[in-house]
């Protein structure tokens, strides 16, 4: 689980006192936090991709992996790929030419951002790669904006799968929750190795490329995936073992969404889903009846 960092502090601090502590260190490539992704994992051979996933935090950011200790952050990263964080681009704008008008994978340019509101540590992400950008269409009366990112041989058809509902369900959502706090919801078609559906990263949604089917048939997924927004991203368990919470949650609001976004079937059909999906993992672990718990004893395993 990692190494204590301990700082000594001069005797003559009192209480009440700030301190600024600056850390230098480095990892390496084969720190699982960071996924290199090669053109057989990928599915095609143009430029690699990376994404750093959210399991191994500490192995990329020296950082306590708690879900209580939420932090902001700023964050300037230099590529020769365009580069994507959690965050609000500061510069080049997003929807400015691609790696600020720059030969990809040659020039480096720098790409600063910025996240005000605090997250968890699992929710900083980054990806680099070969990426263009899409905004969506602008919801008249909001603030926030909305965007689509994939590789050049996906974006036509991922802005085209994305384009007509996203900006629709993130209003949608605003009418039964406090407004969206985090100013950009974009989303990241990543390469077909990506081994989730969704995941949601403050401000930039990562999405598997399987839910382009090209007829908009499984974009609800982003429903789920943006109602984190304010349940996880926003409002955070205390610890790990309380994840339910966070899960729990999410899953009653994107319900009612899906009531509001299609009709009351929609939303009966979903829990049908999930109550079959409930009762077959009871079944699961009958003979170890301590993963049937919401808290899991983790003394014990």
Same mark, same amino acid.
């Given at each position: ?58 192995? *990329? ?63 900083? *992400? ?46 949608? *959502? ?106 077959? *993992? ?20």
């Amino acid at each position: 689980m990692g190494s204590p960092l301990r700082i000594l502090l001069p005797p003559s601090r009192k209480v009440g006192d700030q301190i600024r502590v600056q850390i230098f260190y480095s990892t390496t490539k084969d720190r699982p936090a960071v996924q290199w992704l090669g053109k057989e994992r990928k599915g095609r051979p143009s430029r690699s991709c990376s994404a750093k996933l959210n399991q191994s935090t500490r192995g *990329a950011w020296r950082l306590c992996s708690s879900p209580s200790v939420k932090i902001t952050y700023n964050a300037k990263v230099a590529c020769v790929l365009p580069v994507l964080l959690s965050a609000i681009p500061v510069s080049p704008p997003s929807d400015g030419p691609a790696h600020d008008d720059k030969e990809i994978g040659k020039d480096v340019v720098t790409y600063e951002y910025k996240q005000p509101v605090p997250i968890p540590p699992y929710l900083i *992400a980054i990806a680099i790669g070969n990426f263009r950008y899409r905004a969506l269409p602008k919801v008249e009366g909001k603030e926030w904006s909305t965007g689509i990112w994939a590789e050049p041989e996906l974006i036509d058809a991922a802005y085209w799968e994305f384009s007509k509902d996203t900006g629709r369900f993130l209003a949608t *959502a605003e009418k039964i929750l406090p407004p969206y706090r985090f100013g950009v919801y974009d989303l990241l078609v990543l390469p077909p190795s990506f081994p989730y559906g969704g995941m949601e990263n403050a401000c930039l949604t990562f999405l598997t490329p399987t839910l382009l089917t090209g007829d908009r048939t499984l974009v609800d997924v982003v429903v789920h995936e943006l109602t984190r927004s304010w349940f996880g991203n926003g409002v955070t368990q205390a610890n790990s073992t309380h994840f339910w919470l966070n899960e729990g949650w999410t899953t009653y609001i994107e319900r009612l969404l899906l009531q509001l976004l299609h009709t009351p079937a929609d939303r009966g059909f979903s829990f049908l889903i999930g109550y079959k999906s409930l009762q077959d *993992a009871l079944k699961q672990y009958e003979e170890n009846p301590k993963y049937q718990r919401l808290v899991i004893d983790s003394e014990t395993g």
